[in-house]
C-alpha cells in the first residue's frame, strides 16, 4: 500500500506507516460496527442475530491480529452501547463484548495463517475456534445475567457461527477477487 502513495507529494516512513494502521483501524472497526448494526433481534436472553461477526472476520483476516481485535471488540461494543434501532438495550453486554469479541478477532487474524499452504482451509478453522470461544464466553456471561435460562445460547448461537462463517468466505472470496491480494496487513 505505502508504494502506491509514494510520489504523490506525501512523505514516506513511519509518520505515513502510522496514518495508514489508524485509517485501517477506523475503517475496519466501523465496518464491524455497521455490520453488527444489520440485526434481527432475539428474545432475551439471546440478544441479536447480526452480520457483525461477517464483519468482523474480514477485519481479523485481511488486517492481523492487532487491528482485527481493536476492530472486533470496540466496534461490536460500540453497537451495544449507542445502536439506532434498538436504543442502547444491550448495554449490559459492553463490557463483556469488548473482551469478547476483542479476543475472537484477535484469534481469527493470529491463526489465519496455521496451515502452511492451507491459508482458505486456515482461515475457517481460525473462525471457527474463534466462534467456539465466543459462544462460550456469552453463555459464561449470559449465564451470570440470566441464570439457566442462557442454555439456550447453544442451541441458537452455534447453527449460526456455521451461517457467519460461510458468509465470510464468501465476502473474502469476493473481496480478494477486487483487491487482488491475499491479506492487507
Known amino acids: 500500500m505505502s508504494n502506491s502513495i509514494k510520489g504523490r507529494g506525501r512523505p514516506s516512513g513511519v509518520p505515513e506507516a502510522r496514518a495508514i494502521l489508524v485509517a485501517y483501524t477506523a475503517v475496519t472497526t466501523a465496518l464491524v460496527y455497521v455490520t453488527t448494526c444489520i440485526a434481527v433481534p432475539m428474545p ?12 468482523s472476520f ?42 469478547i469479541r476483542g479476543v475472537m478477532g484477535y484469534i481469527v487474524g493470529r491463526l489465519r495463517r496455521m496451515i502452511p499452504g492451507r491459508p ?26 440470566f441464570g439457566p435460562v442462557a442454555y439456550l445460547d447453544l442451541v441458537t448461537f452455534f447453527p449460526l457461527s456455521v451461517i457467519d462463517i460461510a458468509a465470510a468466505a464468501l465476502a473474502l472470496s469476493a473481496l480478494r477477487r477486487y483487491l487482488r491480494r491475499e491479506y492487507i496487513t
Request: proline share 5%.
Open 120 to 145: 482458505r482451509l486456515s482461515e475457517v478453522l481460525a473462525m471457527a475456534l474463534s466462534h467456539v470461544w465466543k459462544n462460550l464466553a456469552y453463555f459464561s456471561y449470559d449465564y451470570a445475567l
Open 58 to 99: 474480514i477485519a481479523a483476516v485481511l488486517f492481523g491480529p492487532r487491528i482485527g481485535a481493536f476492530a472486533c471488540g470496540v466496534g461490536a461494543m460500540l453497537f451495544d452501547v449507542w445502536n439506532p434501532l434498538y436504543q442502547s438495550s444491550f448495554i449490559q453486554w459492553a463490557p463483556a463484548t469488548l473482551v
Open 44 to 55: 432475551r436472553p439471546l440478544g441479536v442475530w447480526h452480520l457483525g461477526d461477517v464483519g
